[in-house]
C-alpha cells in the first residue's frame, strides 16, 4: 500500500468547478425531488380524497424508465462529438427548468405526462456528466475521487432539501413575495390552488438554481482525446449481448432492481397517509438518508479503491432489505428515520461502487455508452417493478378494502425479494486484483480502536 501512495497521489483529480457545478445540480434536485410523490398523493387526496395505487405505481414507473430510456443516444453522442460539457448545460437547464411547470398539472395524469417530458429532458444530463467528470480523474484514485464529489453533491442536497421543507412550512412567504415587487410579483409568482402553495418556491428555486448550474459546467476544461478515432454509437443490443462482465453485472442487476422498486411507491403512503407527517418531516427523512449517505461516502469511495468495488455493492445490497420492512412496521416518524438512515448507508456503499466498476470495466473511450446503456437497462427493469407493484397493490385494495393491508403486503414483499436477489451480486468478478479485503479492514479497525481504547 505504502509503494501505491506515490502513483495515487499523481494522479488527476477533479477540478473545483466540477464540485461547484455538481453541488448546484444535486442542490437543485433536493429542492423538488424528494416532494414529487407527496405533491401527487396531495393531488388524488384534493381530487379524489382516497388513493390510487396504480397511478403512483405509474408515476413512479415513469420517474425510472424516462430518465433513462434515451441514455444510450446521449452517451453514445457524447462519446462520438466529444464535447461532454454541452450536453450537461443543456440537459441540466432544460430538465430543471421544466420541473417549474408541475404545478400547472390539473390531474395525475398531466403529472405524469410531464413528469416524463422533464425526466427525459434530464436524461441528457445524466451519462454525459458521469463521462465528464470520469475523464477528469485517473484510475487509482477513481473511488476516491468520486467519494468526495459525492460527498459535496449529497451536502447540496441535504441543504436544499430541509430549506425546501422549511419554505413549505412558511404558508405567508408567497404572498409576502408578491407584495415585495409589486406589480411584478403576479408575474414572477402566479396564483395557484392553495394545496399548491407549500411546493411553489421549491419548483421555482429549482429552475433558477438549474440555470446557474448549466451556465457554469461550460467552463469545465474537458480531458483532450487521446486519439482521432471516430467514435461509433455502441449499440445496447450489443452491449448486452457480448459476453464479458458488464452483460454479466446487468442481468445479475435485474433481480434486485426489480425488488427494489417494488416499494417505491408506498413509502411516501405510509409518512403522508399513515404517518400524517408534514412536508418538513418527510424533508427531514429525505435529509436524514442524505446526511448517511455524506457520513459514509468518502469512507467508502476508500474502501473501494482499497478491497475492490464487488465487496461494496455486495454490503449496500445485502442491507438494503431491512428498509421496507421498517417501513411496514412503522408505527412513529422516527422509525422512518432510522430507516432512510440505513437507506443512506447502503446507498454509500453501493453507489459510487457501481459507477467505479462500470467505469473499471468498460473501454475509456466508450464509458458514458456503458453508464447509459447500465442505467437504461436497471430502469426498464424499475419500470415493470413499480408499476406492477402499483397494480397488485390497487387489486389488492379492490380485492379487500383496505389501504393499509395493500401497502403492507406490498413492502414486506419487496423487503423479502431484495434479500434475496441481493446474492446474485455474489457472481460479479472485478477485472483486477486489489491490495486488502473487507475483512482485513474491518480486522484493522477494530484493533485499532481496542488499541486506543486501552491507552486510555
Same mark, same amino acid.
Given at each position: ?8 497521489? #499523481? ?52 420517474? #425510472? ?162 486519439? #482521432? ?228
Amino acid at each position: 500500500m505504502t509503494e501505491d501512495a506515490p502513483e495515487i497521489i #499523481n494522479e488527476p483529480k477533479l477540478p473545483a468547478k466540477a464540485f461547484v457545478v455538481g453541488a448546484l445540480t444535486q442542490f437543485a434536485l433536493g429542492l423538488h425531488a424528494p416532494f414529487l410523490q407527496t405533491y401527487l398523493v396531495d393531488m388524488q387526496n384534493y381530487l379524489y380524497g382516497v388513493k390510487n395505487f396504480a397511478e403512483l405505481g405509474a408515476f413512479r414507473s415513469v420517474g #425510472n424508465v424516462a430518465p433513462t430510456v434515451l441514455q444510450p443516444i446521449w452517451g453514445g453522442a457524447s462519446d462520438k462529438v466529444g464535447h461532454a460539457k454541452a450536453f450537461v448545460a443543456f440537459g441540466t437547464m432544460m430538465g430543471l427548468v421544466f420541473v417549474y411547470l408541475f404545478l400547472w398539472a390539473a390531474t395525475p395524469f398531466d403529472m405524469i405526462v410531464f413528469f416524463a417530458i422533464q425526466s427525459i429532458l434530464f436524461s441528457i444530463q445524466i451519462p454525459t456528466w458521469l463521462s465528464l467528470v470520469g475523464g477528469l480523474m485517473g484510475e487509482k484514485n477513481r473511488g476516491n475521487e468520486l467519494g468526495k464529489l459525492g460527498l459535496v453533491t449529497n451536502i447540496a442536497s441535504f441543504l436544499a432539501t430541509l430549506a425546501a421543507g422549511f419554505l413549505a412550512g412558511m404558508p405567508g412567504i408567497l404572498p409576502w413575495l408578491r407584495s415585495v415587487f409589486g406589480d411584478l410579483g403576479p408575474v414572477l409568482f402566479p396564483t395557484v390552488e392553495v394545496w399548491r402553495e407549500a411546493f411553489y418556491l421549491p419548483f421555482f428555486l429549482t429552475a433558477i438554481f438549474g440555470i446557474s448550474a448549466s451556465l457554469l459546467s461550460l467552463g469545465i476544461r474537458e480531458k483532450p482525446r487521446s486519439d #482521432n478515432r471516430p467514435r461509433k454509437f455502441p449499440p445496447m443490443h450489443r452491449l448486452l449481448s457480448q459476453p464479458g462482465e458488464f452483460r454479466k453485472f446487468n442481468f445479475v442487476s435485474v433481480f434486485f432492481s426489480f425488488a427494489m422498486s417494488m416499494a417505491w411507491p408506498y413509502f411516501i403512503v405510509v409518512q403522508r397517509d399513515w404517518l400524517n407527517s408534514s412536508i418538513l418531516e418527510i424533508a427531514v427523512a429525505s435529509a436524514v438518508m442524505t446526511a448517511s449517505i455524506i457520513i459514509f461516502t468518502i469512507p467508502f469511495g476508500r474502501l473501494s479503491d482499497r478491497v475492490g468495488r464487488k465487496p461494496l455493492i455486495l454490503l449496500g445490497r445485502m442491507s438494503l432489505f431491512v428498509v421496507p420492512i421498517m417501513y411496514a412496521f412503522a408505527w412513529s416518524i422516527w422509525i422512518i428515520y432510522i430507516a432512510n438512515f440505513i437507506a443512506g448507508f447502503t446507498i454509500a456503499a453501493s453507489m459510487n461502487a457501481i459507477t467505479a466498476y462500470i467505469f473499471d470495466i468498460s473501454p475509456e473511450e466508450e464509458r458514458g455508452s456503458h453508464l447509459a446503456v447500465y442505467n437504461t437497462f436497471t430502469g426498464i427493469v424499475y419500470l415493470f417493478g413499480s408499476f406492477l407493484a402499483g397494480i397488485f397493490g390497487q387489486i389488492i385494495l379492490i380485492a379487500y378494502g383496505s389501504e393499509y393491508l395493500s401497502v403492507f403486503i406490498m413492502l414486506i414483499a419487496s423487503g423479502v425479494l431484495r434479500f434475496i436477489a441481493a446474492f446474485f451480486s455474489l457472481l460479479i468478478e472485478e477485472p483486477k486484483e486489489y491490495s486488502s479485503t473487507l475483512r482485513i479492514e474491518f480486522s484493522a479497525l477494530i484493533h485499532r480502536r481496542r488499541h486506543d481504547t486501552d491507552l486510555v
